[in-house]
């Protein structure tokens, strides 16, 4: 069935460095989603993208969406303590409009003071 | 947060007791979902529903059904609580933003079965 991998699960870094989370798919995907959830708090919705080689900067996060539609992207310039949490990124799942997703395992980022 | 709210919050319960749990919304969603959230396995959808009586399975269903009998309340159901189903449990409704299905959470339940 259609899968959706991130890497990697866990990443430390210290605040002021970078930090990026990959996402692939093994099906096309129309859009690709990207959800943050804090430590003991429930994933909140970040950005979609929709278009082939799309880019879109949110302050200190850029996301990517690939040519081929199948991977994505996340990148985070210059951690801060207030990124630190777990980063979904989400594809359509299944056929017909039911708005079902299916979600990549994570990214769980520490971010050292 | 699209006005979720999920019951209870934290609940410990005995293997092979029944446990619900609630989800309500207020905003006339169509489309919610139930996922569990287990480490390394990020969400995984349990059920989910397209409408009052109309649900369908997701890909952990096997342990849960569910029950819609009106649009604001979703309610998922271990019949014979196992303690393989201690876990986060997720509500979500869908929203279309500009033109894509986007989710909303709840604030999840905390379920461990002892």
């Known amino acids: 069935g259609q899968q959706v991998m991130q890497i990697p699960q866990y990443q430390h870094v210290q605040e002021g460095e970078d930090f990026t989370t990959y996402c692939n798919s093994s099906?096309?995907?129309?859009?690709i989603q990207w959800y943050k959830q804090r430590p003991g708090g429930h994933p909140v919705f970040l950005i979609q993208l929709v278009k082939s080689g799309e880019v879109k900067k949110q302050k200190r996060l850029t996301f990517q969406f690939g040519e081929a539609k199948k991977n994505s992207s996340l990148h985070i310039t210059a951690t801060q303590t207030t990124d630190v949490g777990t980063y979904f990124c989400?594809?359509?799942?299944?056929?017909?409009?039911?708005?079902?997703?299916?979600f990549g395992q994570g990214t769980t980022l520490q971010v050292k003071p | 947060d699209a006005g979720i709210t999920q019951s209870p919050r934290h609940k410990v319960t005995e293997t092979g007791t029944p446990v619900t749990l609630r989800c309500h919304q207020t905003e006339n969603h169509r489309y919610m979902y139930w996922y569990r959230q287990d480490p390394g396995h990020g969400l995984r959808l349990i059920h989910y529903?397209?409408?009052?009586?109309?649900?369908d399975k997701g890909e952990v269903s096997d342990g849960y059904s569910v029950s819609r009998s009106k649009t604001e309340d979703f309610l998922l159901t271990l019949e014979s609580a196992t303690s393989s189903q201690t876990s986060v449990y997720f509500c979500?409704?869908?929203?279309?933003?500009?033109?894509?299905?986007?989710?909303?959470f709840g604030p999840g339940t905390r379920l461990t079965v002892l």
């Open positions: 979500a409704i869908s929203e279309v933003i500009k033109g894509t299905d986007t989710q909303y």
């Open positions: 099906t096309t995907l129309s859009n």
């Open positions: 989400a594809g359509p799942g299944g056929s017909g409009n039911t708005g079902k997703l299916i």
């Open positions: 529903s397209y409408g009052v009586k109309d649900t």
